[in-house]
């Protein structure tokens, strides 16, 4: 195969961006999905709606029309097909990035088509990497989180009604999974370690759960932790007391957070703070310590996952080809 100027893991918002500016400015490119186009978001709960305003979720300046002011799951889905569609983008789906090799200008990476497991290797002058972080949960590592009756993530209410269901977490994915279930029929109990909720919740939901705990119609147990899983019960732990109490429980929603996939960074040789989590990178241009090799999204962002979204990583792909048109040209 001939060598592509780059080559972009990772087929999100921000790797759709990163495509179209390669594309403006006249690059050769291919996008490496490991699932469907934009995977995160078809993996967000079914009737999920964007706290965001749709001009706001646009690349490539294509204009994104909705219904009503914040846009759902559906339409950013079929926003993002559309973008794709309109400029002609390069995306393999269902193909995982599997080792990088070589330098700046010789890139050599070697894919795994997840579907049958056949194997393909490309090569790419410069390397942008946008992988996001919602493949990747923070394990509680508890007895029973192995189970089958645990998920890490939340997708639809119906399979639970009147059934026994326990959210771990106390964010913005935890207070609509509970919101979401209460109204469908399950029998909600939150457990979080933190005091009350997370005051960072979105001003419309916080008051809406708040409520719903006040008035016993979703339990809570808060400055609490779950310290097993069984088959039929789980186990929480007061933090303040120490009291142990076994509760019934048919499913387990363990919304804990995500990281992005530092160890395949680390094999790239991108350096990784042992403290923030965060990799190396220019600011300005997006090139991480490793010359030719671009981050771009969520990825940049370590433990502070809930500062960079798609509003912001959208931009980093005007950003990374600005400097890799520069640099190819003077070569």
């Known amino acids: ?22 594309s403006r400015a006249g690059l050769s490119h291919l996008v490496i999905e490991k699932g469907c186009l934009v995977n995160s978001l078809y993996n967000y709960p079914t009737q ?4 965001t305003t749709p ?27 559309r973008v794709a569609d309109t400029y002609n983008l390069s995306v393999h789906q269902y193909e995982k990035a599997i080792e990088v090799s070589g330098s700046d200008g010789n890139f050599t990476i070697e894919t795994e088509l997840t579907q049958r497991g056949e194997r393909r290797r490309y090569f ?7 992988i996001g972080y919602y493949d990747h949960p923070n394990f ?17 209410a119906h399979p639970f009604y009147n059934r ?8 913005n994915s935890a207070a609509i999974a509970a919101l979401d279930l209460h109204r469908h029929g399950a029998h909600v109990t939150i457990i979080h370690r933190g005091e009350t909720l997370r005051p960072t919740i979105k001003y419309w939901i916080l008051p809406d759960i708040d409520n719903r705990i006040s008035n016993g119609e979703v339990k809570a147990h808060f400055r609490s932790i779950v310290t097993e899983i069984k088959p039929e019960t789980i186990r ?22 995500y990281h992005t996939d530092n160890d395949f960074l680390c094999r790239i040789g991108i350096i990784i703070d042992p403290e923030t989590r965060k990799p190396a990178f220019s600011a300005e241009s997006m090139e991480s310590n490793v010359p030719g090799v671009y981050l771009a999204g969520v990825v940049i962002a370590g433990k502070e996952t809930g500062k960079i979204f798609i509003e912001n990583g959208r931009f980093h792909g005007g950003q990374i080809m600005r400097h890799v048109a520069a640099v190819l040209k003077r070569v």
């Not at 999920?48 to 706290?51: I, K, L, Q, S």
């Not at 790419?124 to 946008?130: F, T, V």
């Not at 509680?140 to 997708?155: N, Q, S, W």
């Open 140 to 156: 509680m590592d508890i007895p029973g989180e192995d189970l089958p009756k645990v998920a890490h993530y939340y997708k639809d």
């Open 1 to 22: 195969m001939d060598k592509l100027d780059c080559i972009v893991i990772g087929g999100g918002p921000t790797g759709l961006a990163c495509a179209i500016e390669a």
């Open 48 to 51: 999920m709606t964007f706290f």
């Open 236 to 257: 929480i732990r007061n933090l303040v007391t120490g009291e142990e109490a076994e509760l019934p429980n048919d499913f387990v929603f363990a919304l804990t957070g």
């Open 55 to 81: 001009e706001l979720l646009e690349i490539g300046d294509l204009p994104f029309v909705c219904e009503r002011e914040k846009p759902n799951r559906i339409e950013a889905l079929k926003y993002y097909r």
């Open 164 to 171: 026994n269901v326990a959210i771990i977490g106390g964010a």
């Open 124 to 130: 790419a002058r410069k390397l942008i990497i946008a």
